[in-house]
């Protein structure tokens, strides 16, 4: 089995999928367009920056696995991938702590105003009264966007300085927001009205993008600050401009719209320009210690696939299937028992949705649960029934909507 890697990956983590059994392909300065030509004979493909995009799923027939060395799968075509039977598997959380202290950095930055500083005293320019000015964290009230694994630590970072704080996330209720120490915010609007600095954590989707818009900014106070460690399409870049310009928001943001493909290359994206705006190079999770955890991570999920067949933190197999009844065949684990089940399934033109066969000790019997799309005709039970000796027991369950 090939594995292709297509971005840059540790020597020892290298190793450690060759001792798996697994032919390593490793090329971390291969670009999402020469993708196609390379990958029709890996089986598994582990991705970081570079995106995965539907040509080079197309070309790759025996593909199975495709591993996000990271949290988000916005640069994996899943759609595709989902289309072709084929499990996309991402590393959340593991740049949790990487991202949160970023995020405090570049809050401290904008109060502080730390690179301005550093640019005047570069230049020879000492100027002790005006830098003097800041408001100072403690006390203030934070507002988090996100209450996932970075929107947790994030948390924690600011309680520690002393900060109160505010959250709202879609899946945040009361009790939740009770155990981590925080007011929940019923709407992002009402929580950019509350805060001294709203802090971005969400993952890229139809329902986050644009979600800082004008209703959000709108509520801001003259000054707020702004901290965006997600992705850039969360926030609607014009208008963010204008706010920018009318309240004179403190803007910090470690991702762009348009940022270069690659490690280096020209940047010419208005925010990240800005003489107002704080910027880094989306590094919110190049830590070594970040890194590290997730080359693990992509290790772990690697393993359990050759090993066991079995693909943890996959993001694409459905929630629930369209499987309305379960048929449940007892029967003698011999050769051949299932096939012919499935063969009078299949005259019956219905379609198996999913199955599980489980083997009792002693491997004489075995229970299958066989989910299908429509219900069973008595025809077919009795052919399964009648015609299969090897049959035991047949009985039809109508699944909950």
Known sequence: MKILIIDAFSEAHLAQLSALGLTVDYKPNLTADELPA??????????????VRAAAIARAKGLALIVRAGAGVNTIDVKTASASGIYVANCPGKNSIAVAELTMALLLSLDRRIPDQVHDLRAGKWNKKEYGKADGLYGRTLGVVGTGSIGREVIRRAKAFGMDVVAWSRSLDDARAAELGVERMRTVPELCGRADAVTLHVALASETRGLIGEAALARMRPRTMLINAARAEVVDGAALGRAIAE???RVATDVFDDEPKGGAGAFGDALGQSATVYGTH?????????????????????????ERGEVP???????????????????????????????????HDINVEEMENTIFEGAQAASAKIRLGSRPPAELLEEIRGKLPEVLHVDVVELAP
């Not at 004979?41 to 991705?47: E, P």
């Not at 919110?284 to 290790?299: L, M």
């Not at 459905?318 to 012919?340: M, N, W």
């Open 313 to 347: 933190n996959c993001v694409n197999l459905a929630t629930r299937s369209p499987a309305a009844f379960q048929l449940l065949v007892r029967h003698l684990d011999k050769v051949g028992v299932l096939a012919e089940v499935l063969g009078a399934i299949r005259r």
């Open 282 to 306: 989306h590094v919110g999770a190049s830590t070594n210690q970040a890194q590290a955890a997730i080359a693990d991570e992509t290790v772990r999920i690697i393993r359990s696939f050759v």
């Open 38 to 51: 390379v990958i029709e004979d890996a089986s598994i493909v582990v991705a970081r920056s570079k995106e």
């Open 247 to 249: 309240k004179q928001l």
